[in-house]
């Protein structure tokens, strides 16, 4: 079992900078990846950025060269940096783990922080 505590989501203006935080608890050593997702209002969630154990990353194409995602191991924590938003980019932001096993694959979700881009 996986616990996941996201934060750092508020308002801010067109072109400003937020920094999410998620910080794991539980069966950490055994998560494969974590991510984040977001989900606005009339829309599917939607993956926004990705990070593996290996070291890969991805991100979708609406956020590449905008946002970075990162990991602190000795806090359990991985970040999601933002900057130069858009109103396109207000969501709820959701932390995702992944986890696989000898049943399968297992996602675990934070509780979601609100980010709202005015124009």
């Known amino acids: 079992q996986v616990q996941l505590v996201d934060s750092g989501g508020g308002l801010v203006q067109a072109g400003g900078s937020l920094r999410l935080s998620c910080a794991a608890s539980?069966?950490?050593?055994?998560?494969?990846?974590m991510g984040w997702y977001r989900q606005a209002p009339g829309k599917q969630r939607e993956l926004v950025a990705a990070n593996t154990r290996g070291g890969s990353t991805n991100y979708a194409d609406s956020v590449k060269g905008r946002f970075t995602i990162s990991r602190d191991n000795a806090k359990n924590t991985v970040y999601l940096q933002m900057d130069s938003l858009k109103p396109e980019d207000t969501a709820v932001y959701y932390c995702n783990a992944r986890r696989l096993d000898e049943v399968g694959v297992h996602d675990y979700w934070g509780q979601g922080t609100q980010v709202t881009v005015s124009s």
């Open positions: 539980g069966s950490i050593f055994s998560i494969s990846a």
